[in-house]
Nanobody
Framework: QLQLVESGGGWVQPGGSLRLSCAASGRTFGNYVMGWFRQAPGKEREFVAAIRWSGGNTDYADSVKGRFTISRDNAKNTVYLQLNSLKPEDTAVYYC?????????????????????WGQGTQVTVSS
């Protein structure tokens, strides 16, 4: 089993920054992918970013490229999402997820159904 716990959400003004953390426990990481998704009220969950644990390859949604950065700390079993230049449309609950079945040669999955484990979510609110 794998447990994921997000933290770091909050309220920020447009143009501000936040850093989200996702601490994983219960399983040693290998060739996995860790992803961030978000869901705004009344909208479907959408892919934000993901990182391959072994190798560090990343992928981003077009809407966040150049503003968000995903990274990992192997020693702490933690994935981070740095959110810069935040916009009101970034307001959502952000979820951390893990895909433990991805093969080493497969593309980084961007659909939520490929992810096996999910955190409880952390709220990000961007408003003035």
């Amino acid at each position: 089993q794998l447990q994921l716990v997000e933290s770091g959400g909050g309220w920020v003004q447009p143009g501000g920054s936040l850093r989200l953390s996702c601490a994983a426990s219960g399983r040693t990481f290998g060739n996995y992918v860790m992803g961030w998704f978000r869901q705004a009220p009344g909208k479907e969950r959408e892919f934000v970013a993901a990182i391959r644990w072994s190798g560090g390859n990343t992928d981003y949604a077009d809407s966040v490229k150049g503003r968000f950065t995903i990274s990992r700390d192997n020693a702490k079993n933690t994935v981070y999402l740095q959110l810069n230049s935040l916009k009101p449309e970034d307001t959502a609950v952000y979820y951390c997820a893990a895909d433990l079945r991805v093969s080493s040669g497969a593309p980084i999955p961007t659909m939520g159904r490929y992810y096996d484990y999910w955190g409880q979510g952390t709220q990000v609110t961007v408003s003035s």
